[in-house]
């Protein structure tokens, strides 16, 4: 069997800046490419040398995306939870859902303005 590795995630939102803004928070990523894309559209691509979100918008994009469909939340595992935690509430989301399961990490999920769900883990 070959060895693989996630190499990108696509998903479209309305406001590809402002998620981007978000996301370079959080997680220190950097933009390693951003241009015109499908649909009359915009992309940026931020994360590090061996992957990364690819961050759509076109005119087509309306948002209010429903809950796990198609996709459950996307998972973003960071040192500190409690500032991680703290850029969410200062861009305006709301956090839930705070603990810990057994036996992974303490965590906490969001829904970003177009309905998206991420979960915020720390392993530290």
Same mark, same amino acid.
């Not at 991680?84 to 969410?88: L, R």
């Given at each position: 069997m070959a060895n693989a590795r996630l190499e +990108?995630?696509?998903?479209? =939102? @309305? !406001?590809? *800046? /402002?998620? #981007? &803004? %978000? %996301? *370079?928070? %959080? @997680?220190?990523? +950097? /933009? /390693?490419w951003e241009g015109p894309s499908l !649909?009359?559209? /915009?992309?940026? +691509? %931020?994360g590090d040398d061996h992957a990364y979100v690819a961050i759509h918008t076109s005119p087509r994009i309306a948002g209010g995306f429903a809950k796990s469909v198609p996709m459950n939340h996307i998972g973003i595992a960071v040192d500190d939870l409690d500032a #991680? &935690?703290?850029? =969410?509430i200062e861009h305006g989301l709301e956090t839930f859902n705070h603990g810990k399961y057994e036996p992974g990490p303490r965590s906490f999920y969001f829904f970003d303005? !177009?309905?998206?769900e991420f979960e =915020? =883990?720390?392993y530290e």
């Open positions: +990108h995630v696509n998903f479209s =939102v @309305t !406001d590809g *800046e /402002r998620s #981007a &803004k %978000l %996301l *370079e928070q %959080l @997680t220190g990523w +950097h /933009r /390693r !649909d009359n559209g /915009r992309s940026i +691509h %931020l #991680a &935690k703290a850029i =969410v303005w !177009d309905g998206i =915020v =883990v720390s």
